[in-house]
């Protein structure tokens, strides 16, 4: 039997007060002969041993919906950072909470009124603090088909950080030609970010700890080292001067140099730093998810200008562990659960 505090896992982090999330409340958690479903969830903010995975009935999609059996969903800072608190003043989790919201899997049942997908479709998606377990709700208009020649761990990383790379890029108007500089280059959406950019024909100043300058190369981006004296190494890198800055770290560091070389500041952003952002007058960028966005950059990996490096990989019972290697700063890439 289902125990009821967990009936509401996959509400999403905010529930339905964004429209963009996927708030599930309609679904429901009955069984269906279908045996059970394993989910991460905490009941508290804290370090990682607050995660668990618990065992419940596999969720029934409602109208319009999807579930989808999981083969791949990354772990994203974010994640952590909810379930640490850090989080909590502008996004606060609801107990118990679940966890992750990008996802690639293979449906297995489809709610009423859906036609556009069939049981046995692969896809790619994203389903906000409910990727992270066997089973995804999804709306089916958060899903695109997964190519064959895609790999799961790939397309589990690309449904959040890959669209959150692609807004910012186009929120701050990267074109071709400029020079757009990308603090924490070498992370899920950094890495993503210096390709897109790339691809769309700009020159990319990527920084990252030295250990991961040889990794930038290879994507197309020229690194500079983080700590003191940035300003003047990124100034040597790009003597043509910094066109539009992302910064996906969100430290002082990072919001005080793309203040300092973005002359519009309209074009100086970040994914990490809201409390600084202000004070350094310095965009905070979001996501806009669509299907569109998320089609248009498994295109990108197909024809071989995105390739989502994956770090590692979890089974995901060791969830505890892949967010302490998220925390230890020195992930290249992504982290990828694989129930």
């Known amino acids: 039997m289902v125990m009821p505090r967990y009936e509401r896992l996959r509400d999403g982090y905010l529930g339905g007060d964004h429209p963009t999330m996927n708030d599930t409340r309609t679904d429901r958690v009955e069984g269906n002969g279908a045996g059970t479903s394993r989910a991460v969830v905490f009941d508290g903010y804290g370090d990682a041993s607050v995660l668990r995975v618990v065992e419940m009935p596999p969720p029934q999609p409602g109208a319009g919906r999807v ?23 502008w996004a606060p989790a609801r107990f118990p909470q679940g966890g992750g919201s990008e996802f690639a899997g293979v449906v297995d049942q489809l709610g009423p009124g859906v036609t556009e997908f069939a049981v046995g479709d692969e896809v790619v998606g994203w389903a906000v603090g409910a990727a992270h ?5 999804a709306r089916a208009d958060s899903l695109v ?13 690309l449904g959040a950080s890959g669209q959150t790379a692609h ?14 500089l990308i603090h924490a280059a070498a992370g899920g959406v950094g890495t993503a970010a210096v390709q897109i950019a790339r691809a769309w024909g700009a020159t990319v100043i990527g920084t990252a700890s030295e250990r991961n300058h040889r990794y930038l190369r290879e994507l197309g981006a020229v690194p500079v080292a983080y700590g003191s004296g940035l300003v003047d190494r990124v100034r040597a890198a790009a003597p043509g001067g910094i066109d539009a800055a992302l910064d996906a770290v969100g430290t002082e560091e990072a919001l005080q140099v793309s203040a300092e070389l973005v002359t519009d500041r309209d074009r100086a952003g970040t994914i990490a730093g809201h ?23 498994v295109e990108l990996c197909v024809s071989g200008q995105l390739r989502v490096r994956i ?21 290249r890439g992504k982290i990828v659960l694989v129930p």
């Open 67 to 89: 579930r989808v059996r999981v083969h791949a969903a990354g772990i994203q800072p974010f994640d952590v950072k909810l379930r640490r608190g850090d989080t909590a003043d």
């Open 133 to 137: 377990a066997d089973h995804a709700l």
């Open 145 to 157: 088909r997964k190519p064959s020649a895609l790999p799961w761990a790939e397309a589990g990383a």
């Open 167 to 180: 807004t910012s890029l186009q929120a701050l108007e990267v074109r071709g030609g400029e020079t757009v």
């Open 275 to 297: 409390g600084l952002a202000e004070e350094y007058g310095v965009r905070v960028l979001g996501t806009e998810r669509s299907a569109e966005r998320l089609a248009s950059l």
């Open 311 to 331: 770090h590692a990989t979890y089974p995901l019972a060791e969830v505890a562990a892949a967010h302490r290697e998220v925390e230890s700063g020195h992930v």
